[in-house]
């Protein structure tokens, strides 16, 4: 659609600065539209109710909240609305360190999947950090935090190996479009030549970041991450 087209157009990936006063507003425009009622929104990038937009249900009794005498659409409301109050929790997806500040300060959850063990301590401690600012209490490290991490069991270490390299090959050669591989490297740490040249597999268990084995391998890694 046109307006599809639009909003792919004002997202960039190489405006990091604009990407997130996009997704800053997105964020304001969920809560809103989860606690108003009516729900209107202007800001920089988005308007809601579209301006001009007329309503053509005339069968339905007008109401004045959500329809102007001429018609127009001047308020909306979300149906059904939450359980929670006064919305549900929500989560970020992130990975660099300063967007864990940010979903603090906006109230978010982060989750994160592409850090390394000494990035995620870097990462958590930073939200840390800052939601115990926001929130006014003590947060213990790690708290409201997730990660996700690339998993297969398989009864030998060589059929793990065997059954996941290819498809995990494929997905971190999709992700690698848009993450280089220098997201999974500890803080400080420089990717070399050598790092770029091993396949994806070799690369990321000699990072230690892959929980792919036997059943009693992938369990001492997850007790190492604890």
């Given at each position: 659609s046109i307006r599809r087209q639009r909003q792919m157009c004002i997202r960039d990936r190489r405006n990091e600065e604009k990407n997130w006063r996009i997704f800053t507003e997105t964020v304001e425009i969920m809560k809103k539209a989860w606690t108003?009622?009516?729900?209107?929104?202007?800001?920089?990038?988005?308007?809601?109710?579209?301006?001009?937009?007329?309503?053509?249900?005339?069968?339905?009794?007008?109401?004045?909240?959500?329809?102007?005498e001429s018609g127009e659409y001047i308020g909306?409301?979300?149906?059904?609305?939450?359980?929670?109050?006064?919305?549900?929790?929500m989560w970020?997806?992130?990975?660099?360190?300063?967007?864990?500040?940010?979903?603090?300060?906006?109230?978010?959850?982060?989750?994160?999947?592409?850090?390394?063990?000494?990035?995620?301590?870097?990462?958590?401690?930073?939200?840390q950090k800052a939601a115990t600012l926001v929130y006014c209490r003590a947060m213990a490290f790690a708290d409201d935090c997730a990660l996700l991490r690339n998993t297969f069991v398989a009864e030998t270490m060589e059929d793990a190996r065997r059954i996941s390299e290819e498809p995990l090959n494929r997905i971190c050669q999709y992700v690698g479009g848009v993450r280089a591989r220098s997201i999974y490297l500890d803080p400080?740490?420089?990717?070399?030549?050598?790092?770029?040249?091993?396949?994806?597999?070799?690369?990321?268990?000699?990072?230690?970041?892959?929980?792919?084995?036997?059943?009693?391998?992938?369990?001492?890694?997850?007790?190492?991450l604890r």
């Open positions: 108003d009622d009516p729900f209107t929104y202007s800001g920089e990038f988005h308007t809601f109710p579209h301006p001009g937009v007329q309503d053509s249900h005339s069968w339905h009794p007008r109401d004045p909240r959500y329809r102007s909306m409301s979300i149906q059904p609305k939450p359980l929670q109050t006064p919305h549900p929790p970020n997806v992130v990975d660099k360190t300063p967007g864990f500040e940010v979903a603090a300060k906006l109230g978010l959850k982060p989750m994160t999947w592409l850090r390394s063990r000494e990035g995620l301590k870097e990462a958590f401690g930073t939200y400080g740490e420089e990717l070399t030549d050598e790092d770029n040249a091993k396949p994806w597999f070799d690369f990321l268990m000699e990072k230690e970041y892959l929980l792919i084995g036997t059943p009693e391998f992938v369990a001492e890694k997850i007790r190492d």
